[in-house]
């Protein structure tokens, strides 16, 4: 929704659309009992702005064969799950692939002399919050 929509275009301004501001999230230690990861992974940060779920990969340590998954909820890596592996000693690393971040874009329509609404472009990604500014005439 437009909430001022000014006078005095003779054109369309142009739409200023704050860079995107997502956070990559960071995994912890695996969590393994007897060299197994556990089914549930810690998340040391979920970050914001995911719009699809991240790669998670261990780094370091002896494991092997574990397949580590992300699970999103409204933009934050909220925990990981794990499944197969073996060997881990718990100093391996769960590293969380970052927010893909693409800026947004959009046009202002005209109504008359006003902006009576603003079209969406590309809607970008790896926002948490976003500020939309329609410029002076």
Do not use: K, M, R, W
Request: no cysteine; net charge negative; charged share 5%.
């Amino acid at each position: 929704d437009v909430t001022n929509s000014g006078a005095g275009y003779t054109v369309a301004p142009a739409v200023t659309i704050s860079a995107p501001n997502g956070q990559s999230a960071v995994g912890g230690s695996v969590a393994q009992t007897d060299g197994v990861p556990d089914a549930a992974q810690p998340v040391s940060a979920g970050g914001s702005g995911y719009t699809t779920v991240p790669a998670v990969t261990a780094s370091g340590g002896t494991g092997t064969g574990a397949t580590f998954t992300a699970v999103v909820t409204d933009g934050v890596v909220t925990s990981i799950t794990a499944s197969g592996g073996t060997n881990y000693d718990g100093s391996e690393s769960l590293d969380i692939a970052q927010v893909v971040q693409t800026q947004a874009t959009a046009t202002a329509v005209l109504a008359g002399d006003a902006v009576g609404s603003i079209t969406p472009g590309n809607p970008g990604s790896g926002y948490a919050t976003a500020t939309v500014t329609i410029n002076e005439p």
